[in-house]
T-cell receptor, first 117, second 115 residues
Framework: GAVVSQHPSWVICKSGTSVKIECRSL??????MFWYRQFPKQSLMLMAT?????????EQGVEKDKFLINHASLTLSTLTVTSAHPEDSSFYIC?????????????FGPGTRLTVL | AQKITQTQPGMFVQEKEAVTLDCTYD???????LFWYKQPSSGEMIFLIY??????QNATEGRYSLNFQKARKSANLVISASQLGDSAMYFC????????????FGDGTTLTVKP
C-alpha cells in the first residue's frame, strides 16, 4: 500500500529555535497534504491543508506565521514551527491523498513528536 | 455543535469477545464518508473501515464491521473476537463532500482488551 513518511520521528529543541518537519509520499503523488496536531490522549486537530504549488489553507486559530507550511512538490510538504515554545510540544501528523473524493484514501505518516524545552 | 461525538473515553473487553465503540455525527451535507482509525501507542494512524453516506449496506472488513444507522446519525464500530493487539485508541472521523478532503475526528475511545 501507499506509504507516507515523516522526518524526524522525534525532535527535542530549545525554546526559541525553529524546527522543520518533512512529510513525503513515497510511491504516489499527493496533490493535497494535511497537517494535524495531537496532544496526549486527545483528538487530532487539523492545522492546515497544503496544496502543491499554492499557499496553505490554515484552520481558524492556527497562526500561519508560526506554523509555516510549504508544499514544494507533489511528494513533499514541510511544516516549520518557528520560534518554538514549550506549549508547541505535541505530536504532529501529516496525511496525504492523491485525490479529494470521499473514497480516496488518506494515508497517514507515522507522526513527529516535538518536545520544546 | 461537535461534528463527531465519541461518548466512551475508555472501554474494556475480554479477549475473544465482541465490543462496540460508539460514534455519532452531525452534518447537513448529504454526501459524506465515515472512517474508523486505530492508533496504537506508537502513534501511527491505521485505517480500519469506511462507510459512505449512500452505501446501502454496512461496511465490513475482516473482524471489523460498521453499524451504520443513517437516520440516527450513528456509525458504531464493532470488533468481533477481540485480540490483545486490539488494545489501542480508536477514532471515528468524517469527511464531508463539500469539505475539500478535510477530516474531522472524534475525541477517541481507548480500548483495553483483557486476557
Amino acid at each position: 500500500g501507499a506509504v507516507v513518511s515523516q522526518h524526524p520521528s522525534w525532535v527535542i529543541c530549545k525554546s526559541g529555535t525553529s524546527v522543520k518537519i518533512e512529510c513525503r509520499s513515497l510511491d504516489f503523488q499527493a496533490t493535497t497534504m494535511f497537517w494535524y496536531r495531537q496532544f496526549p490522549k486527545q483528538s487530532l486537530m487539523l492545522m492546515a491543508t497544503s496544496n502543491e504549488g499554492s499557499k496553505a489553507t490554515y484552520e481558524q486559530g492556527v497562526e500561519k506565521d508560526k506554523f509555516l507550511i510549504n508544499h514544494a512538490s507533489l511528494t513533499l510538504s514541510t511544516l516549520t514551527v518557528t520560534s518554538a515554545h514549550p506549549e508547541d510540544s505535541s505530536f504532529y501528523i501529516c496525511s496525504a491523498s492523491d485525490g479529494l473524493a470521499l473514497t480516496d484514501t488518506q494515508y497517514f505518516g507515522p507522526g513527529t513528536r516535538l518536545t520544546v524545552l | 455543535a461537535q461534528k463527531i461525538t465519541q461518548t466512551q473515553p475508555g472501554m474494556f473487553v475480554q479477549e475473544k469477545e465482541a465490543v462496540t465503540l460508539d460514534c455519532t455525527y452531525d452534518t447537513s451535507d448529504p454526501s459524506y464518508g465515515l472512517f474508523w482509525y486505530k492508533q496504537p501507542s506508537s502513534g501511527e494512524m491505521i485505517f480500519l473501515i469506511y462507510q459512505g453516506s449512500y452505501d446501502q449496506q454496512n461496511a465490513t472488513e475482516g473482524r471489523y464491521s460498521l453499524n451504520f444507522q443513517k437516520a440516527r446519525k450513528s456509525a458504531n464500530l464493532v470488533i468481533s473476537a477481540s485480540q490483545l493487539g486490539d488494545s489501542a485508541m480508536y477514532f471515528c472521523a468524517m469527511r464531508e463532500g463539500t469539505g475539500a478532503g478535510k477530516s474531522t475526528f472524534g475525541d477517541g475511545t481507548t480500548l483495553t482488551v483483557k486476557p
